[in-house]
């Protein structure tokens, strides 16, 4: 993929995302948040990408990846009102679509187009399968990391400036108070995913994203930078004024120790 291929995608992407704008611009406040949320996701996969030494040929398409992750959001909160894809699709199928019917990505080889396409459908599963190919894996991995990493920042705007209290949305619309579920616990302890399904309270939610530092996350840059940012203090401390439960420490000590084991090690 060339960058000029890239910034004719960027400007079709923009020209697709106003579509949903009001008659005065605006865009809903939910999707306007998306579109920055887009936007920090790129930004994040470059830092990335710098981190790694990626060649700068494989640069452009990373950022393809990135921008086009949450292509089905924008339908999805049109049509049904949320992004939660238990309560209605899933959204990265529907990215997938959007895609195909809005053809972004005509021209590009068929491999390369592909591999985008296959990022955007995995970007939000559980893991990446082991079958996927390496060059397809390494961009899924990307975007998933910088994903996360700009979630971190969505929610922590969110906690700081009241909108997570105005729009409750963005968190499930989730109970705010209760200790965490044992469930959720006892995988984050041990580094190991976390179904939506035991998702119950405010407490579930954040403690998702503590389990991404412990095991969730595939690149040292990506760990690096939120270690940087302080994402774990930022967590452990909102967490505690949610529950006084002792998990809460439990989880956050084993994440800040897997922290330090990849991050020290050679």
């Not at 292509?71 to 238990?86: H, I, M, V």
């Not at 209290?165 to 044992?182: F, Q, Y």
Request: hydrophobic letters at 45%; aromatic letters at 8%; one cysteine or more.
């Amino acid at each position: 993929m060339t960058h000029d291929f890239l910034e004719t995608l960027t400007r079709r992407y923009h020209a697709y995302v106003d579509a949903f704008r009001a008659p005065d611009g605006t865009l809903p406040q939910m999707l306007q948040l998306k579109l920055v949320h887009t936007l920090g996701v790129v930004e994040d996969a470059k830092r990335i990408m710098a981190g790694e030494d990626w060649p700068e040929e494989s640069r452009a398409i990373g950022e393809a990846c990135a921008l086009l992750h949450d292509a089905g959001r924008y339908s999805q909160l049109a049509e049904f009102g949320t992004f939660r894809d238990a309560d209605s699709i899933d959204h990265a199928k529907r990215g997938v679509q959007v895609i195909g019917q809005e053809r972004w990505l005509d021209g590009l080889p068929a491999t390369e187009r592909k591999r985008v396409l296959a990022a955007v459908a995995l970007h939000s599963k559980k893991g990446v399968p082991a079958s996927v190919a390496t060059a397809t894996a390494e961009l899924t991995h990307l975007v998933r990391d910088a994903d996360k990493l700009d979630i971190f920042r969505v929610m922590e705007t969110a906690i700081t400036d009241g909108s997570l209290e105005r729009n409750p949305e963005i968190a499930w619309d989730l109970r705010v108070k209760g200790a965490p579920s044992p469930d959720v616990v006892a995988a984050i302890s041990k580094g190991l995913p976390v179904s939506y399904a035991w998702i119950k309270n405010l407490s579930d939610f954040v403690l998702i994203q503590v389990g991404w530092l412990h095991g969730g996350m595939h690149f040292r840059t990506a760990l690096g930078l939120a270690m940087e940012r302080q994402v774990l203090e930022f967590r452990e401390k909102f967490l505690k004024t949610l529950s006084d439960d002792p998990s809460v420490t439990v989880c956050c000590e084993a994440a800040r120790a897997y922290l330090r084991e990849r991050l020290l090690s050679n």
